[in-house]
Each structure stands twice: as C-alpha cells, then as structure tokens.
C-alpha cells in the first residue's frame, strides 16, 4: 500500500548519505528533479528533509532547478505548455 512504500522510502532515504542523493542521472538531474517532474509529493517531501538547503536548488544540465521541474509538469497538466519542447 501507499503509506508502506513511503514508509519504506523514507527508511531508504535516511540511510543515504545526502551527497548520493545528489547524484544525477546523464542530464544531471537528481532524484528531486525527478519526483518533481511527475509530481511525486510525498518523495519530494522526504527528499527536502534530507537534502541540505543549499542544494535543493541545484541545476541539471538545462539549467533547470527541482522547482522549474515541478512547474513545467504543472503547466503541462494545466495545458500551458504542450511539451518541453514547445518553448
């Protein structure tokens, strides 16, 4: 069920270490551009806890930041924007 799988995530978090949390993927992305981008709220809510604050504003290689990624996925739910690549 839902509330296991954060349970368990939260448990998986807390014994990373914040920098392999940090690690990004071949765009430079991190887990937090990720579950920003498909909207995962409750990851985005266990990764903040443990990320330092310096670093929630760390950029992929577009320059995007977790929060750009959050708002992206917004505006194209909400029809704002078609794609990514529509800007």
């Known amino acids: 069920n839902h509330k296991e799988l954060i349970y368990l995530l939260d448990v998986l978090i807390e ?5 392999d949390l940090l690690s990004g993927n071949t765009y430079e992305e991190t887990a937090l551009h990720q ?10 809510e266990a990764l903040i806890n443990k990320i330092p604050a ?3 504003a760390r950029q992929n290689e577009g320059g995007e930041t977790p929060l750009m ?18 800007s």
């Open 69 to 86: 990624s959050a708002l992206e996925w917004i505006a194209a739910k909400s029809g704002v924007i078609s794609s990514k690549t529509s």
């Open 54 to 56: 310096d670093e929630l």
């Open 15 to 19: 014994k990373m270490h914040h920098q």
């Open 35 to 44: 579950a920003a981008r498909w909207d995962e709220r409750d990851v985005v």
